[in-house]
């Protein structure tokens, strides 16, 4: 395909089916995330990225044959390899045997959480969980490196005038977006705090509120939305969240115990677990949010400034 | 009776075909799009073998025996967005490429290399 705008939108389709494959696989807290990242911001960043870069591909290059060669011997080898597998459901696969009927069985009494993924991410894996958040936070930093520009007032005139065109001719949408706004905010609320007891927690969290932002800013253009949020403010939230995070483990260093282990936070174990996840994904909230804003304000500031 | 692999297989056709989009193609957004083929098809493999015949979402209540396996979920789910944080350092890498060279086709790119030298 030529026009790289079809491209990014099946993409986007594309995103969403595999969330409603997740479903179906019973894996409710992933197809939660892939929905609000894959189908919505993914393919809005796409979209901005393409409006910089040109949407349509260059015709000539583009030589198959040796590709497909490549591609067919590899295939062909990666279904060889399969052959041995456990099969798709079995419940005696090597996956099953290890570590997870600890999890399954035992994760009630020592985290008192109904959620195993959410005592799985935020306690058992607690450190892993740490190099993910920070691995977010550096390439938003990366993007920032990369994309931040000056801005100039002039421009910020034009734009201001055209978005006021736009939002002219858009009124009805403008109306029932923004009457949506706080009822998605409060959502991402919801999810951040309901996150032990269903389906949720930071990531997923974080990303719903981003996205509500992203709303806003698609709705009342770039200069209002600078005028709403402080970028200064943003970035420091962003870091703000990986300290938290991080200080949690070092509370629990500091009081005698392993990094990441909440029992030092309270007398009471289980009391200490509810504590350490509540900090923990209000860290990861707090950065997965503020990153996917910084990231989003950076690529359309600098789209403005072209 | 290997039909019972066919998870695998599917994997594996989704995984190829966005291989074949990152090497076959110039384009460098289309190569990101590749990627993001390729990445989704590897969320396929870890979360179809957390899959149990007869199972339920890892969320623990009365009366269910079986869940899914939980350890593939967390993974992917901490991937997931990861992904969406490097996808947008790669999307912010191309547009400075399409500042700098005024093209984002990875020949043209070369060609404008070669003549610097």
Same mark, same amino acid.
């Given at each position: 395909?030529?026009?790289?705008?079809?491209?990014?939108?099946?993409?986007?389709?594309?995103?969403?089916?595999?969330?409603?494959?997740?479903?179906?696989?019973?894996?409710?807290?992933?197809?939660?995330?892939?929905?609000?990242?894959?189908?919505?911001?993914?393919?809005?960043?796409?979209?901005?990225?393409?409006?910089?870069?040109?949407?349509?591909?260059?015709?000539?290059?583009?030589?198959?044959?040796?590709?497909?060669?490549?591609?067919?011997?590899?295939?062909?080898?990666?279904?060889?390899?399969?052959?041995?597998?456990?099969?798709?459901?079995?419940?005696?696969?090597?996956?099953?045997?290890?570590?997870?009927?600890?999890?399954?069985?035992?994760?009630?009494?020592?985290?008192?959480?109904?959620?195993?993924?959410?005592?799985?991410?935020?306690?058992?894996?607690?450190?892993?969980?740490?190099?993910?958040?920070?691995?977010?936070?550096?390439?938003?930093?990366?993007?920032?490196?990369?994309?931040?520009?000056?801005?100039?007032?002039?421009?910020?005139?034009?734009?201001?005038?055209?978005?006021?065109?736009?939002?002219?001719?858009?009124?009805?949408?403008?109306?029932?977006?923004?009457?949506?706004?706080?009822?998605?905010?409060?959502?991402?609320?919801?999810?951040?705090?309901?996150?032990?007891?269903?389906?949720?927690?930071?990531?997923?969290?974080?990303?719903?509120?981003?996205?509500?932002?992203?709303?806003?800013?698609?709705?009342?253009?770039?200069?209002?939305?600078?005028?709403?949020?402080?970028?200064?403010?943003?970035?420091?939230?962003?870091?703000?969240?990986?300290?938290?995070?991080?200080?949690?483990?070092?509370?629990?260093?500091?009081?005698?115990?392993?990094?990441?282990?909440?029992?030092?936070?309270?007398?009471?174990?289980?009391?200490?677990?509810?504590?350490?996840?509540?900090?923990?994904?209000?860290?990861?909230?707090?950065?997965?949010?503020?990153?996917?804003?910084?990231?989003?304000?950076?690529?359309?500031?600098?789209?403005?400034?072209? | 009776?290997?039909?019972?692999?066919?998870?695998?297989?599917?994997?594996?056709? @989704?995984?190829? !075909?966005?291989?074949?989009?990152? +090497?076959?193609? /110039?384009?460098?957004?289309?190569?990101?799009?590749?990627?993001? #083929?390729?990445?989704?098809?590897?969320?396929?493999?870890?979360?179809?073998?957390?899959?149990?015949?007869?199972?339920?979402?890892?969320?623990?209540?009365?009366?269910?025996?079986?869940?899914?396996?939980? @350890?593939?979920? !967390?993974?992917?789910?901490?991937? +997931?967005?990861? /992904?969406?944080?490097?996808?947008?350092?790669?999307?912010?890498? #191309?547009?400075?490429?399409?500042?700098?060279?005024?093209?984002?086709?990875?020949?043209?790119?070369?060609?404008?290399?070669?003549?610097?030298?």
């Amino acid at each position: 395909m030529k026009d790289l705008l079809a491209v990014v939108m099946l993409l986007g389709i594309y995103s969403l089916l595999s969330a409603s494959l997740f479903v179906a696989m019973d894996a409710v807290d992933v197809a939660f995330t892939e929905a609000a990242v894959g189908a919505g911001i993914s393919t809005l960043l796409m979209l901005v990225a393409i409006t910089m870069t040109g949407r349509s591909e260059y015709p000539e290059r583009h030589k198959p044959l040796l590709a497909l060669a490549v591609v067919i011997v590899t295939g062909s080898l990666l279904i060889y390899g399969t052959l041995d597998m456990p099969y798709f459901g079995s419940a005696e696969a090597p996956i099953h045997q290890h570590v997870a009927p600890r999890y399954i069985n035992d994760s009630m009494q020592e985290i008192g959480v109904p959620n195993i993924v959410t005592s799985v991410l935020a306690s058992y894996r607690a450190f892993d969980t740490f190099g993910e958040v920070v691995v977010i936070f550096t390439a938003g930093i990366g993007v920032l490196a990369l994309l931040l520009v000056a801005r100039r007032s002039e421009e910020d005139e034009k734009a201001d005038l055209f978005n006021y065109s736009m939002h002219e001719q858009h009124l009805i949408l403008r109306i029932v977006t923004k009457m949506l706004i706080p009822f998605i905010l409060l959502f991402a609320f919801y999810v951040q705090f309901h996150g032990d007891f269903g389906p949720g927690g930071g990531f997923q969290a974080g990303v719903i509120f981003a996205s509500a932002i992203f709303l806003y800013v698609m709705l009342f253009g770039m200069t209002t939305a600078r005028r709403v949020i402080n970028q200064s403010f943003i970035q420091m939230i962003a870091a703000t969240g990986v300290l938290l995070y991080g200080s949690v483990g070092v509370v629990s260093l500091l009081s005698g115990k392993e990094f990441f282990d909440y029992s030092a936070l309270s007398s009471d174990p289980v009391a200490g677990q509810h504590l350490g996840i509540l900090l923990i994904e209000l860290g990861v909230g707090l950065t997965v949010a503020s990153i996917m804003i910084i990231i989003f304000f950076n690529f359309a500031s600098r789209r403005g400034n072209q | 009776m290997l039909m019972g692999l066919y998870n695998y297989w599917v994997v594996i056709v @989704l995984m190829m !075909v966005g291989f074949y989009i990152v +090497i076959a193609h /110039g384009n460098l957004v289309k190569k990101i799009v590749g990627l993001s #083929i390729f990445q989704t098809s590897v969320f396929i493999f870890y979360i179809s073998m957390a899959m149990v015949d007869g199972g339920t979402a890892p969320i623990l209540d009365e009366g269910i025996k079986q869940y899914s396996n939980p @350890l593939p979920h !967390v993974l992917i789910l901490t991937a +997931i967005v990861v /992904g969406i944080a490097t996808t947008a350092l790669g999307l912010a890498l #191309i547009v400075r490429i399409k500042e700098a060279y005024g093209s984002i086709e990875e020949e043209e790119i070369q060609k404008k290399d070669n003549l610097d030298c």
